[in-house]
């Protein structure tokens, strides 16, 4: 087993002072300062509970309560990460963290162009690491992600214990996506950090996997930091697929310079209680962002998905597509806020959120919330919640198809629309198999 | 084929088919034609197993079997096929996925073996040509975007893969241009065999030119009025439905 710590030993969020000072870069007075910074802010903000606005339909009681511990050293001598949902044969760059702590064994970082940098965070930040690469992080790290009231990006930035550092020079491209695999197989906390910054005019592809076995109770709070430069295209693809018992708590954070085009997909599968937030800032003109999600429920899985678009400077286009799927007596929210500022005029913002219930039991809580404080600006919102098209399921029934295979082509015709939209040609393939089924 | 007899069926309770008779032998064409709103999809939906109605009394046998019993896949898969007056839209899904497994449900039904992509491609293209269908048609999403004529096309063409033995065609022709008419003509003309039937619904004599009836029907609030040979249908094109109806007034 990874974990070393007793049964009895409370939730590691309550042990910082005995933790820290083994987690990464804890040496570096800058670090200290920002863990220690944060897990204050952790104090004083408390967890969420269901009076929060935002937490309302998630309560996040068995992540404060269970007695989750963070492993010690990586157990992956005997892993194989194609059984645990991985394409193996897919191009690409890989960085692979078991139970979140860095394998060098599955990792695989192949010639990366000139000016890309495809590192662990713990790499960066350990003694012998590369004075630019902790300069590098020391620049960003916390800087987006880590807002006043966010507990649980606090307890990430207070406890992460590894992750990717992807660094892309001004103008360097890099084709093929680079990979950050994150698996679980023991039912420990993670705590994944990600720290993707990008040059100006630079392009780079970028896939998360969260990835857990069957049956694992592991909690992962991930927390990734995107810098996007002027004029860089950055696509970026995460992939959700912990054990349907899983505790799986996000905060991707996004930052657009001017004319810079940024697009994500998040596809959730796993997971008992998820909730994936997806933030991004205009801080350039120009640039365009978008931003798709598809959730698939069953069960009793929880998937909460809270959006946040916020158009800091003018000219800037943003357009977002989420789609659910719940079955069983799965419970889905959709959140989705979109600030316009007063200086952001001549923003086009567009936001569409589509759920189909499958079942009697599966309930969908959806809100939009748009804030505008500019006067020129193109905002369209539009939301909807239904059932299976009868009519749809009678006509291919007429050509007889069964009632089954109606329902599921129909199903997957609905899902496909997000997923049909990733540039990833195999990352889509694989999805296409995975929502089949 | 078909035998229809003392069929009754209601919508939300109220009685739209009120006691319908028909036989259809194998290999004949039989027209049904009457005024809007006198049940004529109706008997097609029924026919063709739409939930939405209730069959209260009255039987329909297809092929030797109890018809009424059957879901629509089964009915399908031994063999009816019904041309919607009404296609519907299937946005994300593929004609060809669609069609393929369409007629590999069929096929399995038959015993036979089901068709890979590539084997299923060379027998649709020519079918293709036959109804001069788009070349991208197979790539598209089911009817979406499609105008109402191409609606009705990819109907026939549907009808022409899957190759069934009785087809009913809920008023094909209306919305077609003349090539588009003639298309489906020849679509329906190249099934006919002598062991297949047809069960034309249509308002207009214009489509019958090409598909000849050997009976023609004509329903009237939800009976069959008055049937006779293919020239009934030339009549009712020329005096309406008027002289029929003041018939059964008196
Ligand atoms: N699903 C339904 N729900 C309620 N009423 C229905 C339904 N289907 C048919 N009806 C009613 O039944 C009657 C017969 O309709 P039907 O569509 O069979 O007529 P039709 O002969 O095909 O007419 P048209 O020539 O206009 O196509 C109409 O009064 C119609 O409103
Ligand atoms: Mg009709």
């Known amino acids: ?65 269970k007695d989750f511990s963070l492993p010690t050293q990586v157990e992956d001598a005997t892993l194989d990460l194609a059984s645990l949902g991985f394409a193996d044969a897919i191009p690409g760059s890989r960085l692979v963290f078991v139970d979140g702590l860095a394998s060098p064994r599955l990792s695989k970082v192949g010639a990366t162009p000139k000016g ?97 076995a069957a049956g694992l109770t592991n909690f992962a709070n991930a927390v990734t930091e995107v810098i996007a430069d002027e004029r860089s295209v950055v696509d970026h693809v995460k992939l959700q697929r912990e054990s349907s018992a899983a505790y799986h708590i996000a905060n991707t954070q996004v930052v657009l310079q001017a004319k810079a085009n940024f697009t994500t997909h998040y596809i959730g599968l796993g997971g008992s209680l998820v909730r994936n937030e997806v933030r991004v800032r205009f801080a350039g003109e120009h640039a365009e962002a978008t931003v798709n999600g598809l959730y698939v429920g069953e069960g009793k899985q929880h998937h909460d998905n809270h959006t946040v678009i916020d158009h800091a400077a003018p000219n800037c286009a943003s357009h977002e597509l989420y789609k659910g799927v719940l079955g069983g007596s799965s419970q889905g929210v959709f959140n989705g806020k979109i600030f316009v500022r007063k200086d952001a005029q001549k923003t086009d913002a567009k936001q569409t959120n589509k759920v189909l219930l499958l079942s009697e039991g599966a309930t969908i809580n959806t809100k939009p919330q748009l804030e505008i404080f500019a006067d020129d600006v193109k905002c369209t919102h539009g939301a ?30 609905f899902a496909n629309d997000v997923v049909s939209r990733i540039k990833l040609e195999p990352i889509r393939d694989e999805l296409e198999r995975l929502i089949v089924r | 084929m078909l035998t229809i007899k003392n069929l009754h069926a209601s919508v939300d309770g109220r009685e739209i088919l009120r006691g319908i008779d028909l036989d259809i032998k194998p290999g004949e064409v039989h027209a049904i034609m009457g005024p809007n709103g006198s049940g004529k999809s109706t008997l097609a939906g029924v026919l063709a197993g739409r939930d939405a109605y209730d069959v209260t009394a009255g039987e329909a046998i297809f092929e030797g ?19 919607f007056q009404y296609p519907v839209e299937i946005p994300g899904v593929t004609n060809n996925y669609f069609l393929r497994t369409s007629l590999n449900a069929v096929r399995k039904h038959r015993g036979e073996a089901e068709l890979d992509a590539a084997a299923f491609l060379k027998l649709v293209r020519l079918k293709m040509k036959i109804l001069h269908m788009p070349e991208d048609l197979l790539k598209r999403p089911v009817n979406e975007g499609f105008s109402g004529g191409e609606k009705k096309r990819n109907e026939i063409f549907q009808m022409a893969v899957l190759e069934p033995k009785l087809a009913i065609l809920d008023e094909t022709d209306s919305g077609l ?42 329903l009237y609030e939800g009976r069959i009025v008055k049937s006779g040979p293919k020239e009934l249908a030339l009549e009712l094109e020329s005096y309406g439905y008027d002289p029929i109806k003041a018939g059964l007034a008196v």
Not at chain 1, 36 to 57: H, I, N, S
Not at chain 1, 389 to 397: A, G, I, K, M, T
């Open chain 2, 177 to 218: 241009d003349i090539d588009a008419l003639k298309a489906v003509a020849d679509g329906v003309n190249a099934l006919r065999t002598k062991d297949r039937s047809v069960l034309v619904i249509t308002h207009y004599q214009r489509l019958l030119n090409h598909i000849v009836p050997d009976k023609v029907h004509v």
């Open chain 1, 116 to 212: 890309v940098h495809v590192g662990t965070l713990s790499q960066a930040l350990a003694n012998d690491g590369s004075m630019d690469a902790a300069a590098l992080v020391q620049l960003h790290l916390g800087r987006y992600a880590d807002g006043e009231r966010l507990a649980f990006t606090a307890q990430n930035t207070a406890f992460f214990q590894d992750g990717g550092l992807i660094d892309v020079a001004d103008h360097a491209v890099i084709d093929e996506p680079i990979h950050l695999v994150f698996v679980n197989t023991a039912s420990v906390a993670t705590t994944p950090r990600n720290l993707v910054v990008v040059g100006k005019n630079a392009q780079v592809r970028i896939v998360e996997w969260h990835l857990g």
């Open chain 2, 65 to 83: 079997k109890d018809l009424l019993e059957m879901d629509a896949e089964e009915r399908a898969r031994e063999g009816l096929f019904l041309a």
């Open chain 1, 384 to 413: 909807t919640v239904g059932q299976l098209d009868e009519n749809q399921v009678y006509y291919l029934r007429s050509r007889g198809i069964g009632m089954e295979e109606a329902r599921r082509i129909l199903t997957f015709a």
């Open chain 1, 1 to 65: 087993m990874p974990t070393t710590a007793p049964k009895t030993e409370a939730n590691f969020a309550q042990r910082f002072d005995e933790l820290a000072p083994q987690l990464a870069g804890w040496q570096m007075p800058w670090i200290e300062s920002l863990r220690r910074d944060a897990y204050a802010r952790l104090q004083k903000v408390g967890y969420p509970t269901a009076r929060a606005e935002d937490w309302r339909f998630t309560n996040v009681n068995p992540l404060i309560e």
